[in-house]
């Protein structure tokens, strides 16, 4: 089956760095996504890999390792505005996304 | 203006009344999606069109039906609410090319009594 795996919830401090996994299962893969999604509010797309390695936007990285099937979203300089839900979503052969359930990240003072 | 609308914003309804959400948008893509959000879950999907004539079953596709009728306006219908379809509705689209990314319209909180 497909699955796409991320942590619940993670708490960081404002200004410091914090890193959120995702592991993925797909029937063939076609790259992945991260998305922010403030509470009661739309996901917005953070990045897109679908080649090995870092890709750095601003304050936010993501990386892919396909042989692993892992990911990672690295947020730098965390301000309280980061808080919200990060969700990884793999897209498949069929260029289907499979969405993990979110990683909640708290960010305190 | 936004690029992808949905109305109603908000909705409650009682249990067996035909209930249907609209979707609009104007980026040009051919790509239109419906998905909902549970509490814990993720997000899932219901239907999806490729294009006008193209509709499709996602993954939770009971109790729904849609509607493609124009290129930028795709509806979701439940033709029987029932309260575990109480739920955040989004609608997203997409280009289509490379990297397909989905934009996803400010949703829509159903709640069936």
């Known amino acids: ?109 | 203006d936004a690029d992808v609308t949905q109305t109603p914003r908000n909705r409650i309804t009682k249990t067996g009344k035909r209930i249907m959400l609209e979707c609009s948008q104007t980026k040009g893509h051919d790509r239109m999606y419906w998905y909902r959000q549970d509490p814990g879950l993720g997000l899932r999907l219901i239907y999806y069109s490729f294009d006008v004539k193209d509709i499709n079953k996602g993954e939770i596709s009971d109790g729904y039906s849609v509607s493609r009728q124009a290129q930028a306006k795709f509806s979701l219908s439940l033709e029987s609410a029932i309260p575990n379809q109480t739920a955040l509705y989004f609608c997203a689209t997409s280009g289509g090319r490379e990297t397909d990314t989905q934009y996803f319209g400010p949703g829509t909180r159903l709640t069936v009594l």
């Open chain 1, 1 to 109: 089956g497909q699955n796409i795996d991320q942590p619940t919830e993670m708490t960081a401090t404002e200004g410091a760095i914090v890193q959120i996994n995702c592991t993925y299962q797909t029937s063939g893969f076609n790259g992945l996504f991260w998305y922010q999604q403030h509470a009661g509010e739309a996901p917005t797309f953070l990045s897109y890999n679908v080649l090995d390695g870092l890709e750095e936007k601003g304050r936010f990285s993501s990386f892919l390792s396909r042989s692993k099937g892992y990911s990672y979203l690295l947020l730098k300089e965390l301000q309280m505005k980061d808080s919200a839900s990060y969700l990884c979503a793999a897209l498949d052969s069929n260029y289907q996304l499979i969405w993990g359930a979110g990683t909640k990240l708290i960010i305190k003072p």
